[in-house]
């Protein structure tokens, strides 16, 4: 167990609607990471918080957005969901910012959609 | 463009072999590179982290080599067991925030019994 949590496991959905996708970072870690997982791409990054402010992006469509809050844990909203949005969603999470200088960075068990 | 390219794509090989899985990088400039293990259906997990300066690094039965001259790095497994089958996805950090991480696609590993 990573320490962080993802909510929920699996949603079904249909194309058009929007989801929103929610992570708990570990206790004491700042940034948040999103991920996207298809079978035929392997980890995409798509975007990164720290402390509550945008730090990095990544190949994150406009469709989705994100956001962390004062707690520290972060959401992220998919909209007009179409059927090549079906992925693993994870969210990971760190102590500081600088998550491609050498920290470790720990995943949750991910969010899988599924858009029918 | 920076890439990560590893082989082989999938291997199969019998509980209590070795095996040995390359990641070959194109990323530049180099901080550092990771090998992630990532059982089906959750969440990747760091095996090891290693820098410039370093060659090898070891966690358990894992050992992690680079060389930074060639751009290359390899995972070796010793002694394999059941619980060993899993991607494993190789990261380089070209440095800077997450947006500077590239991602192999991963080589997926089965251990038979």
């Known amino acids: 167990d990573s320490g962080v949590t993802q909510t929920p496991k699996h949603l079904i959905t249909a194309t058009g609607q929007r989801v929103t996708l929610r992570c708990s970072p570990r206790s004491g870690d700042l940034s948040v990471y999103w991920y996207q997982q298809s079978l035929d791409q392997g980890l995409q990054f798509l975007i990164q918080y720290y402390n509550g402010e945008e730090r990095a992006k990544g190949n994150i469509l406009e469709r989705f957005s994100a956001q962390q809050f004062p707690d520290l844990h972060s959401e992220l909203n998919l909209s007009s969901l179409e059927l090549g949005d079906s992925a693993l969603y994870f969210c990971?999470?760190?102590?500081?910012?600088?998550?491609?200088?050498?920290?470790?960075?720990?995943f949750g068990p991910g969010t899988r959609l599924l858009v029918l | 463009k920076n890439q990560v390219e590893q082989s082989p794509q999938s291997l199969i090989i019998l509980e209590g072999k070795n095996c040995t899985l390359q990641?070959?990088?194109?990323?530049?400039?180099?901080?550092?590179l990771r090998w992630y293990k990532q059982d089906t259906g959750r969440g990747p997990v760091s095996l090891t982290i290693?820098?410039?300066?370093?060659n090898t690094k070891s966690n358990g039965r894992y050992t992690a080599t680079l060389d930074a001259d060639t751009k290359q790095s390899s995972l070796h497994i010793t002694a394999s067991q059941l619980s060993d089958s899993a991607s494993y996805i190789c990261?380089?950090?070209?440095?800077?925030?997450?947006?500077?991480?590239?991602f192999g696609k991963g080589t997926h590993l089965i251990i038979q019994p």
């Open positions: 990641c070959n990088y194109t990323v530049s400039p180099f901080s550092n």
């Open positions: 990261v380089v950090s070209a440095g800077g925030g997450a947006d500077g991480l590239t």
């Open positions: 290693m820098t410039f300066s370093e």
């Open positions: 990971a999470s760190s102590h500081a910012t600088a998550g491609g200088r050498g920290e470790t960075q720990y």
